[in-house]
């Protein structure tokens, strides 16, 4: 019900913007978020998002260069990436909670996901 797009591959120092689409239902008053997965690790959380926008989370690692933000006209949720490093290499999910609007930071909290986009940054 999520559909991610947006990746490829890019140069460091480069930037992507990623898109989630959800599909099917709307959840312009829930909670979304980003997460992403690299070769050999486990699924960490990126971003996150309110369902107003008026709040935003995001992991340590990527502050300052990762910008989360919605449209609910367009029920769409946007990951915009700037300053990529190699580090950010990974698949990157978009989620969507069912059952709460803040922005959350655990992947337990999140109902549905999308089925991930690659983002590839060489050095």
């Known amino acids: 019900q999520l559909q991610a797009s947006g990746g490829g591959l890019v140069q460091a120092g480069g930037s992507l913007r990623l898109s989630c689409l959800p599909s099917?239902?709307?959840?312009?008053?829930?909670?979304m978020g980003w997460f992403r997965q690299a070769p050999g690790k486990e699924r960490e959380f990126v971003a996150a998002?309110?369902?107003?926008?008026?709040?935003?989370n995001y992991a340590d690692s990527v502050k300052g260069r990762f910008t989360i933000s919605r449209d609910n006209g367009r029920n769409t949720v946007f990951l915009q990436m700037n300053s990529l490093k190699p580090e950010d290499t990974a698949v990157y999910y978009c989620?969507?909670?069912?059952?709460?609007?803040?922005?959350?930071?655990?992947?337990?909290?999140?109902?549905?996901w999308g089925q991930g986009t690659l983002v590839t940054v060489s050095s």
């Open positions: 989620a969507a909670s069912a059952r709460y609007s803040s922005a959350l930071t655990r992947p337990q909290n999140y109902d549905y």
């Open positions: 998002i309110s369902w107003s926008g008026s709040t935003t």
């Open positions: 099917g239902r709307t959840f312009s008053g829930n909670s």
